[in-house]
T-cell receptor, first 115, second 112 residues
Framework: DQQVKQNSPSLSVQEGRISILNCDYT??????FLWYKKYPAEGPTFLIS?????DKNEDGRFTVFLNKSAKHLSLHIVPSQPGDSAVYFCAASEPSTSNTGKLIFGQGTTLQVKP | ETGVTQSPTHLIKTRGQQVTLRCSSQSGHNTVSWYQQALGQGPQFIFQYYREEENGRGNFPPRFSGLQFPNYSSELNVNALELDDSALYLCASSRPDRYEQYFGPGTRLTVT
């Protein structure tokens, strides 16, 4: 069973516009969420994270929103740049008392930002 | 600050053989996790090592094993390789009090 889902395999956006990447989860025990970016032939790079006690976290052009009641989070990139073109993964983790360090990843969304 | 490094970059093995992959953690990190990423999928958790002991395991058979050394580097060993073991193997390091994990570039394993 897929506990973390990214239902859009790909997204294409014009440079300068907003990119919105979505992620849904099923396990209500998840209390920390992360977004990673991956270029071909490289490992995932940590972008931004959010704790379940918050509903928004911002870091420069990147903002993550968490809606716990809907079990949904999203990553907003504003403005989008061609260098943002990559595969984006959403990941989730359970509380630290039971946390074995296991991150559960979605399938990824490929973002293409067109100049 | 040195990031996570992995070796080798690429590897081709034959079904039934054994393979060892290596990882050096990021400076200041004493926890190492291993993930398998199949084509078109997200990374899947194999196991984590902390203080040289396995600290959690995903849904992988016992032929996947690991080690962590006193300098926090780690090895992933896979015995009796199967064709489905062909994947990108990622190592990630972290501090034990943080959720964020930092990944190496990965080792691409091909089993023929």
């Amino acid at each position: 069973d897929q506990q973390v889902k990214q239902n859009s395999p790909s997204l294409s956006v014009q440079e300068g516009r907003i990119s919105i990447l979505n992620c849904d989860y099923t396990n209500s025990m998840f209390d920390y969420f992360l977004w990673y970016k991956k270029y071909p032939a490289e490992g995932p790079t940590f972008l931004i994270s959010i704790s379940s006690i918050k509903d928004k976290n911002e870091d420069g052009r990147f903002t993550v929103f968490l809606n716990k009641s809907a079990k949904h989070l999203s990553l907003h990139i504003v403005p989008s740049q061609p260098g943002d073109s990559a595969v984006y993964f959403c990941a989730a983790s359970e509380p630290s008392t039971s946390n074995t360090g296991k991150l559960i990843f979605g399938q990824g969304t490929t973002l293409q930002v067109k100049p | 600050e040195t990031g996570v490094t992995q070796s080798p970059t690429h590897l081709i093995k034959t079904r039934g053989q054994q393979v060892t992959l290596r990882c050096s953690s990021q400076s200041g990190h004493n926890t190492v996790s291993w993930y398998q990423q199949a084509l078109g999928q997200g990374p899947q958790f194999i196991f984590q090592y902390y203080r040289e002991e396995e600290n959690g395991r995903g849904n992988f058979p016992p032929r996947f094993s690991g080690l962590q050394f006193p300098n926090y580097s780690s090895e992933l060993n896979v015995n009796a390789l199967e064709l489905d073991d062909s994947a990108l193997y990622l190592c990630a390091s972290s501090r034990p009090d943080r959720y964020e994990q930092y990944f190496g570039p990965g080792t691409r394993l091909t089993v023929t």
